[in-house]
């Protein structure tokens, strides 16, 4: 694996953890920074959103939702099993499982399949595919 590989493939992880840190923190500016300035989410089930505008107020919506009564609210993102299926210089594409706790709990988990593109020295996701394979009956974030 040559430099440049190695290279872009940490500055894929950097960018995976900045939007989960992001997310967590109800920071929804800084995780659609994660996205390429045209970039797009899907989420299963969903039109999809193009841009970051459309992302800030489609996930700003789930960051306004209140915590279960009595508890503080908390989210915590994980990302596992981080697979690079492509990788050139122009683009990495890459598949991951998630897993989400929130105050309830195991909230919800699924995968993401993305694909990222350098911008400006950074590596920033084009386009975004979140599927939840399972939410709990009472989570707080998957309607």
């Known amino acids: ?10 500055c894929v992880r950097d960018t995976l ?5 992001s997310g967590d923190a109800g920071r929804i500016e800084d995780l659609a920074a994660c996205f390429c300035d045209d970039g797009e989410l899907e989420i299963r089930g969903e039109a999809v959103l193009a841009g970051r505008a459309a992302i800030v107020a489609r996930l700003g919506a ?8 009595g ?6 993102h994980s990302i ?4 690079f299926t492509a990788v050139t210089r122009e683009r990495a594409e890459v598949s991951s499982y998630f897993t989400v706790f929130t105050e309830i ?8 399949r993305d694909v990222f593109v350098p ?13 939840t394979d399972w939410s709990a009956e009472n989570s707080t974030m998957v309607g």
């Open 62 to 69: 789930v960051t306004a939702t209140p915590p279960v009564a």
């Open 17 to 21: 953890a900045r939007y989960t840190w």
């Open 80 to 83: 596992a099993n981080i697979r």
């Open 119 to 131: 911008v400006a020295g950074d590596w920033l996701i084009a386009y975004r595919l979140a599927a």
């Open 1 to 10: 694996m040559e430099s440049w590989e190695l290279t872009a493939r940490e």
């Open 105 to 112: 709990g195991l909230d919800h988990y699924g995968r993401y």
């Open 71 to 76: 508890l503080r609210r908390i989210v915590r």
